[in-house]
């Protein structure tokens, strides 16, 4: 619990500092790819026109933009398909990312 309060402490300094955050990322991509507008933290992929097809390049883009992608799987299942849960499964891999780097 302790290590996720810093992590989003640490999130919030960089959004403070001007970068984008992971939702508004997400948010962005599967505008730009699926053509869905108006898209929200609560927004499913499945549900705004997303598909297979589309989904690879969803997931070329989130990782030119993010530096990881998540599992294909997350965007077909209904309950963590929403750009929140995803922005989260980005966020918790880059935390991780940066947990491995600073160990390593």
Not at 21 to 47: H, M, P, Q, W, Y
Not at 69 to 82: E, H, L, T, Y
Request: hydrophobic share 40%; with cysteine; aromatic share 4%.
């Amino acid at each position: 619990m302790c290590a996720n309060r810093l992590f989003k402490s640490n999130f919030k300094t960089k959004l403070e500092d001007g970068a984008i955050s992971t939702e508004a990322t997400v948010i962005r991509v599967l505008e730009d790819v699926v053509g869905a507008k108006n898209l929200s933290a609560d927004s499913r992929f499945l549900d705004i026109g997303g598909n297979s097809l589309n989904l690879i390049e969803v997931l070329k883009q989130l990782r030119e933009k993010t530096g990881v992608a998540p599992s294909p799987r997350i965007f077909f299942d209904r309950q963590s398909s929403s750009v929140a849960a995803i922005s989260a499964a980005i966020d918790t891999q880059l935390h991780t990312s940066e947990l491995a780097e600073t160990a390593g």
